[in-house]
T-cell receptor, first 114, second 114 residues
Framework: AQKITQTQPGMFVQEKEAVTLDCTYD???????LFWYKQPSSGEMIFLIY??????QNATEGRYSLNFQKARKSANLVISASQLGDSAMYFC???????????FGTGTRLLVSP | SQTIHQWPATLVQPVGSPLSLECTVE??????LYWYRQAAGRGLQLLFY??????ISSEVPQNLSASRPQDRQFILSSKKLLLSDSGFYLC?????????????FGEGSWLTVV
């Protein structure tokens, strides 16, 4: 079975500062993909970044980077230079080779203050 | 480029009434299609997925059903809604089932059963 754990129900950060959102996972699949999504108050689920389990380097997409530590089974999202528009729910998710579905964590609500 | 749309965006339905949510993907062929539900303040739960026309897999027993009458059309239905069916429904697609392929979501549909 696959499981995603996000232990931070809420995080606060000041504008222009960096913030790390934690994500740990558990899977028996030897190969898998890890994803982060952003869900603003409108409800739409927006894809942010992807990390493959065999990727040698941590993924980066603009201000987003993924701190992937395979041995610790963690895939933390780092947002640099936070902006007010980053305030949203953030979900970590995983997809294994043997499963069709994307398994989600419970999410972290990020609030960016001026 | 590929796009996904679902409708209606919001609906309020009485208990016992039928439901039909529709989702369409453009710009790709033979996508994998998904229906997710998100209860208030919680993560996403996979309801159904489809790898082709007429092929539907159900993840959880429930009051809902899904159909895929065309390659890029996915419909979520119910004959008689329950109060517990209230929630945020998201349609999604991916190119195939490989772990590295991102799942992209539609705008979502807010359903309130009264």
């Amino acid at each position: 079975a696959q499981k995603i754990t996000q232990t931070q129900p809420g995080m606060f950060v000041q504008e222009k500062e960096a913030v790390t959102l934690d994500c740990t996972y558990d899977t028996s699949d030897p190969s898998y993909g890890l994803f982060w999504y952003k869900q603003p108050s409108s409800g739409e689920m927006i894809f942010l970044i992807y990390q493959g389990s065999y990727d040698q380097q941590n993924a980066t997409e603009g201000r987003y980077s993924l701190n992937f530590q395979k041995a610790r089974k963690s895939a933390n999202l780092v947002i640099s230079a936070s902006q007010l528009g980053d305030s949203a729910m953030y979900f970590c998710a995983m997809r294994g080779w043997s499963f069709q579905k994307l398994v989600f964590g419970t999410g972290t609500r990020l609030l960016v203050s001026p | 480029s590929q796009t996904i749309h679902q409708w209606p965006a919001t609906l309020v339905q009485p208990v016992g009434s039928p439901l039909s949510l529709e989702c369409t993907v453009e710009g790709t062929s033979n996508p994998n299609l998904y229906w997710y539900r998100q209860a208030a303040g919680r993560g996403l739960q996979l309801l159904f997925y489809s790898v082709g026309i007429g092929q539907i897999s159900s993840e959880v027993p429930q009051n809902l059903s899904a159909s895929r009458p065309q390659d890029r059309q996915f419909i979520l239905s119910s004959k008689k809604l329950l109060l517990s069916d209230s929630g945020f429904y998201l349609c999604a697609w991916s190119q195939d089932a490989q772990a590295g392929n991102t799942i992209y979501f539609g705008e979502g549909s807010w359903l309130t059963v009264v």
